[in-house]
């Protein structure tokens, strides 16, 4: 295995709260020249592509940092269970957010959320033989709403952009790729009773 192209020679935290933690690196590169990193370490999410093999299910909510409601797959982690697997996780997000329970979920991926920045990931996962539920959204999710979509009317909010959320975006690459691998865009198997 060959020498990491950065090393990092000191480390301290300048900032966390129970979502995250903020640190600045300083770092050595192969070269010998010395660089500063912030690096914002957050823990993994799960989101969860509901199909039922004609709408997908998002939820909208106000996003702060953007001042603005946006649609999105649902997403989230379970901050007050750290060791939770990512299934447990997309299981209970989606039931939280859209009160919706899955037949079977399967993993389409895992991705990087903003590498430059952050070490979190996001688990992706497709969710089909849907039945309808109770939603129980967290405080910190008030005024949040879900709804069912074509395909069609997802790419209308995504060039409208009502759909903004770069890991719903991938997510959509994702599900392209595993239905494609499927048979075309025969997507049958993913017929729920929802």
Same mark, same amino acid.
Do not use: C, Y
């Given at each position: 295995m060959s020498e990491p192209e950065l090393r990092c020679i000191d480390s301290r935290v300048v900032y966390?709260?129970?979502?995250?933690?903020?640190? =600045? /690196?300083?770092?050595?590169? *192969?070269?010998? =020249? /010395?660089?500063?990193?912030? *690096?914002?370490?957050?823990?993994?999410?799960?989101?969860i592509v509901p199909f039922d093999g004609e709408r997908f299910h998002l939820v909208q909510q106000y996003r702060y940092p953007v001042d603005g409601r946006f649609w999105?797959?649902?997403q989230g982690s379970l901050e007050g269970e750290p060791d939770a697997s990512p299934e447990q996780v997309a299981t209970a997000e989606l039931q939280e957010e859209t009160g919706i329970l899955a037949g079977k979920l399967e993993p389409l991926g895992r991705l990087f959320q903003a590498y430059g920045y952050s070490n979190q990931g996001v688990h992706v996962f497709l969710a089909n033989g849907l039945?309808?539920?109770?939603?129980?959204p967290e405080a910190e999710e008030h005024g949040m709403i879900s709804g069912a979509f074509t395909r069609r009317e997802c790419e209308?909010?995504?060039?409208?952009?009502?759909?903004?959320?770069?890991?719903?975006?991938?997510?959509?690459?994702?599900?392209?790729?595993?239905?494609?691998r499927w048979g075309g865009d025969n997507v049958a198997g993913l017929q729920t009773t929802l």
């Open positions: 966390r709260n129970r979502w995250m933690t903020v640190r =600045e /690196d300083r770092v050595r590169r *192969i070269s010998g =020249e /010395d660089g500063l990193f912030g *690096i914002v370490d957050k823990p993994d999410f799960s989101l999105e797959f649902p039945q309808a539920g109770e939603a129980s209308a909010m995504i060039d409208g952009g009502s759909i903004a959320d770069l890991a719903t975006l991938a997510a959509f690459h994702l599900f392209d790729r595993h239905a494609r």
